[in-house]
Structure formats: C-alpha cells, structure tokens
C-alpha cells in the first residue's frame, strides 16, 4: 500500500515536470545558438546584471523572442541590436560604443595610466637629482651622520 | 611648501569622497530614453473595455497628452493610482493608459475596483507595443506633445511632486507651443 503510495507520488511529480511549460526556442539549433551568442551580448534591462541570455526576467524572454524573430527573418544581428538601441538606448550594450559621450569611459583608464608613469618618472628624476646632489644633506650634516654613524671623519 | 604637500593627499580624499558621494545620487534604475526627443512609435491596439474599437497614437494629435504603462500585477501602479487619479481630476490633459502585459478582465476589474483615470486604455497582452517604447520597468509615463513627439519619459511612479515639478511645467509649456 506504501509503496502504491509512493508510486502514485513520485508519477506525479514527474507529471509535474512535464506538464511545465519549456522555454519558447527555435527549432533550429543554429538560429537558436545566434539568438543566444546575441543575447549574450546584451543587459536585461530589468535585472541589469544579467544578460538576455541568462535572466529569467519576463521582459527578457520577450526581448529573445522578438530577437529570434527577427534573425528567422532574414534580419543580420546588426540591425537586431540598432532595433534594441532604439528602444533602450545604448544601456542594453555590454560593450558600449566609442562615442563622445563615452570618451571618458573608454580612455579614462589610459589616461590615469599615463599621469601615474607620469608621476613615476617625475619621482625618479627628482631623487635621482637628489641623490647626485649629496643625499640632500649639506658638509655639516654629513659631518653629524657620520658621527652617529661611528665612522672616522672623512674629507670629501 | 613643505607643508602644503600633506595636503595633496587630504585633497585627493576629498575628491574622491565628492565623486563617490555624487555616484551615490545617480540611479543605475533610471535608463535615460533614447524616445525622449524623437516621435512616439505608433501602434494601434484594441481598447481596454472595447475589445472591437482600436486607440492609436494617431487619436491624440494636436492634443498635449499622457501614456501612462499600467498593469493590474504591478504593486507600484498601485501607489502611483491615487495620484494619478488627482491629476486626472483636474483635466490638464488628457491620460491614456498601455495595460501593459495584462489579462483583459484582471484590468478591468483593477479599474472598476481602483477608479479610472484614462481616457481610454490600450490592450497590450503581448507586450509588443511596450517594447517598442522601450518599457522595462511598469509603472511608465510619457509625456507626448501636439506634434506626436515624446518630451519626457518618467520611469516608476508618478508621486505628487514630480507631477508638480516636472510634468504640470513641462505640459504648461508644451501647451503654450505652437
């Protein structure tokens, strides 16, 4: 009876897991992997840290759906991401474009790399100098150093 | 001189504080719209309650208006309802509703139940006319003018003081326009 029982469950769970709905895809794996490789590409704009590709948001699956129909349509992934571009700007792009706008973002980093080798090179300059002027420290000073140092006074 | 040098440091800090402190005001959450400036898409749905007529954006040239994306599963329209309900009241333009996403009779109850504030609301079960505004977060409201241009997109809720600050302005002066 117990194991009737269990049976009866367990067949039920499995219906459960069939009767859910399965993730709308093309029926062609090779458009199915471009609408993904695409996705991928792309922010979800309601979970902003994932990609189309990954988010489980409602707004995602629709977003892979119009992609999917659109690359069954003859469309090239260029004008499926100006189609998106136009709708949520820029934003959706995980690689934004080079454009006034993003200037900063792009070159920013080299230009704090460069002030820093900037300031390296002005340091090391300035200690070189430094260090070929005597240390920085004047004949008395040197006088006292030695002293403390418990080396014979020296004439330079 | 000498002296002034411990003080690049501090300097540094406070720039750095000044630039995470302004990071903190932006919000990741507000997208600015690539429609802001550029004709609202057309559509053409069916109307809310009148499955058999159409509303277009077509209907509302000439006219100053208001396309609020609404939705009965949404829990923030439901904070924005009431205001929205006000701003209706006093008639300075026109509201027309997107139920965004929705089943028709769920809509409709959440309209008789909550009061209407649209003129007219389009039906967009598929969500095809909310991705051509660019709707990622419900609540949304444009701001369209005579000419069929979209002026202003306020993502989430409309609160009583956005009403007052940005869009009762912003209408004023679109109304004013030729």
Excluded at chain 1, 113 to 138: K, M, T, V
Excluded at chain 2, 104 to 132: C, H, K, M, T
Excluded at chain 2, 159 to 169: M, Q, V
Aim: proline letters at 7%; aromatic letters at 8%.
């Amino acid at each position: 009876m117990r194991r009737l029982l269990l049976a009866l469950l367990l067949a039920g769970a499995a219906a459960g897991g069939v009767a859910r709905e399965a993730p709308p895809a093309a029926a062609d794996p090779a458009l199915e992997a471009r609408v993904m490789a695409l996705a991928a590409t792309l922010r979800c704009l309601v979970c902003q840290n994932e990609t189309l590709a990954d988010s489980g948001a409602d707004l995602a699956a629709d977003l892979r759906r119009q992609i999917r129909e659109k690359l069954a349509a003859g469309e090239s992934e260029d004008a499926v991401v100006a189609y998106l571009v136009a709708r949520y700007g820029d934003f959706v792009l995980y690689r934004p474009p080079f454009k006034a706008t993003t200037l900063l973002l792009w070159l920013g980093p080299f230009v704090l790399l460069a002030a820093a080798f900037g300031f390296l090179a002005l340091y090391l300059s300035r200690r070189r100098r430094q260090q070929l002027a005597g240390g920085g420290l004047d004949a008395a000073q040197r006088a006292r150093a030695r002293e403390i140092l418990g080396e014979p006074p020296q004439s330079p | 001189m000498a002296k002034a040098r411990f003080l690049i440091p501090f300097g540094v800090f406070v720039a750095l504080v000044i630039l995470l402190g302004s990071g903190l005001k932006l919000d990741p959450r507000e997208v600015p719209s690539p429609l802001v400036g550029k004709l609202a898409p057309p559509f053409s749905l069916p109307q809310l309650d009148r499955p058999e007529a159409k509303i277009s954006q077509q209907d509302m040239l000439g006219k100053v208006w208001l396309l609020n994306v609404w939705a009965s599963w949404c829990v923030s329209c439901r904070d924005e309802h009431p205001v929205l309900l006000e701003f209706a009241k006093t008639g300075v333009v026109p509201v027309v509703g997107l139920n965004y996403k929705d089943q028709r009779a769920e809509g409709l109850r959440w309209l008789s139940q909550f009061g209407n504030p649209y003129r007219v609301s389009a039906f967009d079960s598929d969500g095809l006319v909310g991705i051509d505004y660019g709707v990622y977060g419900v609540p949304e409201t444009f701001v369209i003018d005579k000419h069929g241009f979209v002026r202003y997109k306020q993502i989430g809720a409309l609160t009583p003081e956005a009403i007052r600050k940005k869009i009762l302005p912003l209408v004023k002066e679109l109304e004013a326009g030729a």
